[in-house]
Each structure stands twice: as structure tokens, then as C-alpha cells.
T-cell receptor
Framework: GENVEQHPSTLSVQEGDSAVIKCTYS??????FPWYKQELGKGPQLIID?????GEKKDQRIAVTLNKTAKHFSLHITETQPEDSAVYFC??????????FGAGTILRVKS | DTAVSQTPKYLVTQMGNDKSIKCEQN?????MYWYKQDSKKFLKIMFS???????INETVPNRFSPKSPDKAHLNLHINSLELGDSAVYFC??????????????FGEGSRLTVL
């Protein structure tokens, strides 16, 4: 079955700096790659996703890149703000199949 | 209006007891899920129902029994609770089956503590 590895497990950045979280997946048939943000005491919430037919997608300060050959995708957050502090999860799935989540990254933005 | 709501938010109980967690979604989605998040934040799918039919049943002890009376509700009953069942349980829903075709909408979680 699919396996998703996520790094780093914790990440501390200064406010205004960029943050990058990386994931690798094992199943070459996977074609859907979402990122979820979980704030303290809340459920995870989708922040951006990408499908295998594109290499990059951007939404304001967040962007996701996908390298299908390397089976690798990354989340980039620019100009980080204190409210970006949360746990971030990557995930992957084939169409119609279950999502498999990475282990999560605790992002701390220091002001 | 809360899209995915689950009750109770907190549950503290003794080993060996039986407990239930309820979930309701008002998004009109066909598919609902139960996820378990352990103390290390790892999110693992337990069950998925599509229009009241079980479609995903991971390797979960049979002390855990989901029930979907209609497509807007998915409840989780746990028998003979063990210490290792302590976790946060999340209900989620999605428009399509499997979650791999679009966004999952999560509830706020139910923190279960077994003493």
C-alpha cells in the first residue's frame, strides 16, 4: 500500500521567513496530493492540493510543487506569520481511493 | 452552521467500559469517515461509509463498530475500552468516495481518555 514520508517533523522559522515541508510517496499510481493544516484543538483543514497533471500550484503565500518522477512534493509558505503556526499534513491518494497522510510537521513561527 | 459536528468533544472513561461518539454532517456529502489521531499526531483512517455502505475498513479491532443510519450520520461505538484507545477521533466527510478525489471536511475531534 501507499506510504507517505514527511520531513521535517518540527520546523521553527522567524516571522517573515519562508518555510518548506517535504513529502515523498511510494505508489507511482497516486495522482492527488493535498495539504492540510491543523490548528490547536481543531480538525485538519485543506489549504491547497495538486493533481498529477500539474507541477506547481500557488495560492497567495502558499505553493505546492510536485515531482512525479521523484515521487516527491513540497509545501512552500512565504512571508510566514504567527497565525501560520500549526501542524501541517501532506497526503496522497489514487483517484477514488483512501487518502494516506504523512506524519505531520509542527511549524512554529517566532515573532 | 457547523459543517461536520461530533459529540462529545471530550470523553473520560474507565477501562472496560463501552462508549459511543456521534457525527453528523450537513454538507450533503455521500461519504463519511472515522480517523484516529494518536499522541504523536499521526492520522490514520479507520472506516469509511459511502451512502450508508461500508467501503473502507482498516485493520481495526472488532471492538470498534461504526454505524451509519443515513448518509448524514456516522457513529462510532467502542466496546471494552483499553488504555491504547486513548486518542482523538475525527469524523470527516467528502463529496465522493475514498477521499482521493477532493477535499475532506473534518469535525473538531473527540478526545477519548481511557483510565
Amino acid at each position: 500500500g501507499e506510504n507517505v514520508e514527511q520531513h521535517p517533523s518540527t520546523l521553527s522559522v522567524q516571522e517573515g521567513d519562508s518555510a518548506v515541508i517535504k513529502c515523498t510517496y511510494s505508489d507511482s499510481a497516486s495522482n492527488y496530493f493535498p495539504w492540510y493544516k491543523q490548528e490547536l484543538g481543531k480538525g485538519p483543514q485543506l489549504i491547497i492540493d495538486i493533481r498529477s497533471n500539474v507541477g506547481e500550484k500557488k495560492d497567495q503565500r502558499i505553493a505546492v510543487t510536485l515531482n512525479k518522477t521523484a515521487k516527491h512534493f513540497s509545501l512552500h509558505i512565504t512571508e510566514t506569520q504567527p497565525e501560520d503556526s500549526a501542524v501541517y499534513f501532506c497526503a496522497s491518494a489514487q483517484y477514488g481511493n483512501k487518502l494516506v497522510f504523512g506524519a505531520g510537521t509542527i511549524l512554529r513561527v517566532k515573532s | 452552521d457547523t459543517a461536520v459536528s461530533q459529540t462529545p468533544k471530550y470523553l473520560v472513561t474507565q477501562m472496560g467500559n463501552d462508549k459511543s461518539i456521534k457525527c453528523e454532517q450537513n454538507l450533503g456529502h455521500d461519504t463519511m469517515y472515522w480517523y484516529k489521531q494518536d499522541s504523536k499526531k499521526f492520522l490514520k483512517i479507520m472506516f469509511s461509509y459511502n451512502n450508508k455502505e461500508l467501503i473502507i475498513n482498516e485493520t481495526v479491532p472488532n471492538r470498534f463498530s461504526p454505524k451509519s443510519p443515513d448518509k448524514a450520520h456516522l457513529n462510532l461505538h467502542i466496546n471494552s475500552l483499553e488504555l491504547g484507545d486513548s486518542a482523538v477521533y475525527f469524523c470527516a466527510s467528502s463529496p465522493a468516495a475514498g477521499g482521493g478525489t477532493g477535499e475532506l471536511f473534518f469535525g473538531e475531534g473527540s478526545r477519548l481518555t481511557v483510565l
